[in-house]
């Protein structure tokens, strides 16, 4: 199995700050990488898919790029309706696999 | 716009089923692949398994296998998950996920989750 790494597990920012979260695959894979936003008792959103293309709705201040085994999402500048939970998957080979989470805190 | 609509939550005594169902709306049933993703409380994500009718594929992670069990019935336009054997450690919630044509293997829209309570 792939396993995804994310970090930092919690990071505090404050609104307009640029965010970065990193994940890292335990094997090379190609670009086969997703990004889900999750707010506490909603289901998780697609933000960014196929590692740097963002997903139709989704604020352009959301951004992914990396391959092989490093990738990251940023934010631009964090907004208030940004906290929440963040994690990566990878779907370039079964099973599917998620990293354990970023969650993005006030400051 | 494709809508995915879950049926209630459930409480369950240990050693026995849960059969999670999932109504999909929105578009061409023969175009989704669907996909169960669980998250216990606290907890990150974690999948379970996939079917994509088109391609008659089903895919299950190898924790969940021989437990879990993935279908689709096209005339009701729903897809089910049933585990069987339920333990204390599988109260969570449950999350049908789905793609479309071109996007089979990534999880482009969510139903609201289905809480599972395995108690005695």
């Known amino acids: 199995d792939i396993q995804m790494t994310q970090s930092p597990s919690t990071l505090s920012a404050s609104v307009g700050d640029r965010v970065t979260i990193t994940c890292r695959a335990s094997?090379?894979?190609?670009?086969?990488l997703a990004w889900y936003q999750q707010k506490p008792g909603k289901a998780p959103k697609l933000l960014i898919y196929?590692?740097?293309s963002l997903e139709s709705g989704v604020p352009s201040r959301f951004s992914g790029s990396g391959s092989g085994t490093d990738f990251t999402l940023t934010i631009s500048s964090l907004q208030p309706d940004d906290f929440a939970t963040y994690y990566c998957?990878?779907?370039?080979?079964?099973?599917?696999?998620f990293g354990q989470g970023t969650k993005v805190e006030i400051k | 716009q494709v809508q995915l609509v879950q049926s209630g939550a459930e409480v369950k005594k240990p050693g026995s089923s849960v059969k999670v169902s999932c109504k999909a709306s929105g578009g061409s049933f023969s175009n989704y692949a669907f996909h169960w993703v669980r998250q216990a409380p606290g907890q990150g994500l974690e999948w379970m398994g996939g079917?994509?009718?088109?391609?008659?594929?089903?895919n299950y992670a190898q924790k969940f296998q021989g437990r879990v069990t993935i279908t689709t019935d096209e005339s009701s336009s729903t897809a089910h998950m049933e585990l069987s054997s339920l333990r204390s450690e599988d109260t969570a919630v449950y999350y049908c996920?789905?793609?479309?044509?071109?996007?089979?293997?990534?999880?482009?829209?969510w139903g609201q989750g289905t809480l599972v309570t395995v108690s005695s």
């Open positions: 196929k590692a740097s």
């Open positions: 094997q090379s894979m190609s670009s086969w």
């Open positions: 998957q990878q779907y370039n080979n079964y099973p599917w696999t």
């Open positions: 996920a789905s793609g479309i044509s071109g996007s089979y293997y990534r999880f482009d829209y």
């Open positions: 079917i994509i009718p088109i391609f008659g594929t089903i």
